[in-house]
C-alpha cells in the first residue's frame, strides 16, 4: 500500500530552527508538497520539491531525496505564528494525492 | 488572491437527514474536490471533478454524492447522514493539468452528526 510517515507532533522555541521529516513509500512519484494549516484554517501551499536537493523560500525550506524517500521541510527563526500543523502529501504515478497525517508542531517562547 | 468559500463553517445535523455542503471558487479553476478531515488521518478524498457535469470517484466515496452544474460551484450531499460521517470537510480548487499545480482551499465545513 502507500504510505506517508510523519512526526505527529513536534515542539521547537522561539527563534530556533526545526526540521519536519516526511517519508513515503508511494507506487511512483510526481512531486512532493508541504502545506501549512492553522487550527481551525485552511490548508495554504508551501513548497513542490520533485527533483533532488534543497529549495529555500524565505525562512523555509524544502528537501527531497527521491532515492530515499524523504523529504524535510527547515524553518528557520521560529516566530509564534509558526504554530501550526505541516501537512505533507506525495503525488503518484497516477497523479492522486497521498497525503500524510500532519505533524503539529508547537512553538514556545 | 483564489477564494474558495465553504457555505458553512459548522453544521449539526442528525442521523438520516440529507446534508448539502457547498463550494464556491472565483479564479475559474477547473479543478474541484472534496475531501474529509479527520484526527490521526492524512486528507481523504471523496470525490473531485476535472470540469462541470463531471465526477470522479475518490478513495472514500460511499454514503457521498457530488454535483458540479456550474464550473465554479461543487456541492458535497450526504444522502442519509450517519455518525461516521462527522468529520472536517475540505473543498479545494486548482487550475487544470495533472495535478501539480498547488490546490487552494477552503476553511472547511465541521459537520456533526448526532
Redesign the interface.
Known amino acids: 500500500g502507500q504510505n506517508?510517515d510523519q512526526p505527529?507532533e513536534m515542539t521547537a522555541t522561539e527563534g530556533a530552527i526545526v526540521q519536519i521529516n516526511c517519508t513515503y513509500q508511494t507506487s511512483g512519484f510526481?512531486?512532493l508538497?508541504w502545506?501549512q494549516q492553522h487550527a481551525?484554517?485552511?490548508?495554504?501551499?508551501l513548497s513542490?520539491n520533485?527533483l533532488d536537493g534543497l529549495e529555500e523560500k524565505g525562512r523555509f525550506s524544502s528537501f527531497l531525496s527521491r532515492s530515499k524517500g524523504y523529504s524535510y521541510l527547515l524553518l528557520k527563526e521560529l516566530q509564534m505564528k509558526d504554530s501550526a500543523s505541516y501537512?505533507c502529501?506525495v503525488?503518484d504515478s497516477n497523479?492522486?494525492?497521498?497525503?500524510?497525517?500532519?505533524t503539529k508542531l508547537i512553538i514556545k517562547p | 488572491d483564489v477564494k474558495?468559500t465553504q457555505s458553512s463553517r459548522y453544521l449539526v445535523k442528525r442521523t438520516g437527514e440529507k446534508v448539502f455542503l457547498e463550494c464556491v471558487q472565483d479564479m475559474d479553476h477547473e479543478n474541484m474536490f472534496w475531501y474529509r478531515q479527520d484526527p490521526?488521518?492524512?486528507?481523504?478524498?471523496i470525490y473531485f471533478s476535472y470540469d462541470v457535469k463531471m465526477k470522479e470517484k475518490g478513495d472514500i466515496p460511499e454514503g457521498y454524492s457530488v454535483s458540479r452544474e456550474k464550473k465554479e460551484r461543487f456541492s458535497l450531499i450526504l444522502e442519509s447522514a450517519s455518525t461516521n460521517q462527522t468529520s472536517m470537510y475540505?473543498c479545494a480548487s486548482s487550475p487544470p493539468g495533472?495535478?501539480?499545480s498547488?490546490?487552494?482551499?477552503?476553511?472547511?465545513t465541521r459537520l456533526t452528526v448526532t
Open positions: 506517508i505527529t510526481n512531486g508538497f502545506y481551525g484554517e485552511a490548508p495554504t501551499f513542490y520533485v501537512l502529501a503525488l497523479y492522486q494525492l497521498i497525503w500524510g497525517a500532519g | 474558495v490521526g488521518l492524512g486528507l481523504r478524498l475540505l495533472q495535478g501539480v498547488p490546490l487552494h482551499f477552503g476553511n472547511g
